[in-house]
């Protein structure tokens, strides 16, 4: 009888563990804004961004560029990940502008053009 008890609350302490567990991978919300997918070019330097579908892309100037993987979480937060880095930039879009903010420069947006 303790037995049968003892395997009854390891059951249900494993199905808390795991509920718990998949509601937590669950409840960021991560993917790619289709609407930052194309070419940015921009409009203070000769900086570009061009994002793919498939959550790839490079940046860069002409005669230097790195590959990047990107992805946009939460309330327009764009993820980049270039090698072993990681950045988050803020951004909004308007029109065919699209402005980049960062934690390290307050006040200041970063912006670019549409290049397709």
Avoid at 46 to 58: K, M, S
Avoid at 70 to 82: D, F, K, P, Q, S
């Amino acid at each position: 009888m303790q037995n049968k008890k003892y395997k009854l609350v390891l059951v249900l302490l494993l199905t808390i563990f795991t509920v718990s567990i998949l509601a937590a991978c669950g409840s960021e919300d991560t993917g790619q804004d289709s609407r930052l997918v194309g070419s940015w070019v921009s409009t203070i330097n000769d900086f570009e961004y061009e994002f793919n579908a498939d959550g790839t892309g490079i940046r860069g100037t002409p005669g230097f560029t790195e590959s990047i993987r990107w992805a946009t979480e939460g309330n327009n937060e764009l993820v980049l990940t270039i090698g072993n880095t990681e950045e988050r930039w803020g951004y909004r879009i308007r029109r065919n502008n699209i402005y980049f903010t960062h934690e390290d420069s307050p006040g200041m947006e970063y912006p670019f053009t549409r290049d397709n």
